[in-house]
């Protein structure tokens, strides 16, 4: 299984950025973004698989960017112009398997490593 590390969340205004790293440790095709609120269920933001196709949630286009770098395996969510609606803890997570559907990286069932999250929360 792979160990996923993530980091760089905070507590930010309306309107700012962050930028939150996922380190992961092991063999994958893709690697995915997820938020989960309190009280709500886990959403998929977006992902990006082994030859850097990216795909998001409709709600993050334009605002948020995943990236990679293969030199140093590390997975990158860039969040810009954060909403109070953003906030949430912010996992990353592992799939050994890509996908052929776009909605397919969103969906939390079809990753089998998980990280342990990082909060994000975006104040008015």
């Known amino acids: 299984q792979v160990q996923l590390v993530e980091s760089g969340g905070g507590s930010v205004q309306s309107g700012g950025s962050l930028r939150l790293t996922c380190v992961p440790s092991?063999?994958?095709?893709?690697t995915g973004w997820f938020r989960q609120a309190p009280g709500k269920e886990r959403e998929g933001v977006g992902g990006?698989?082994?030859?850097?196709?990216?795909r998001y949630l409709d709600f993050v286009k334009g605002r948020f960017t995943i990236s990679q770098d293969n030199a140093t395996d590390t997975v990158y969510l860039q969040m810009n112009d954060l909403r109070p609606e953003d906030t949430a803890m912010y996992y990353c997570?592992?799939?050994?398997?890509?996908?052929?559907?776009?909605?397919?990286?969103?969906?939390?069932?079809?990753?089998?490593?998980w990280g342990q999250g990082t909060q994000v929360t975006v104040s008015p």
């Open positions: 990006i698989d082994w030859r850097g196709v990216t």
């Open positions: 997570a592992a799939s050994s398997r890509g996908f052929f559907r776009s909605a397919d990286y969103l969906r939390p069932e079809n990753y089998n490593s």
């Open positions: 092991g063999y994958r095709r893709v």
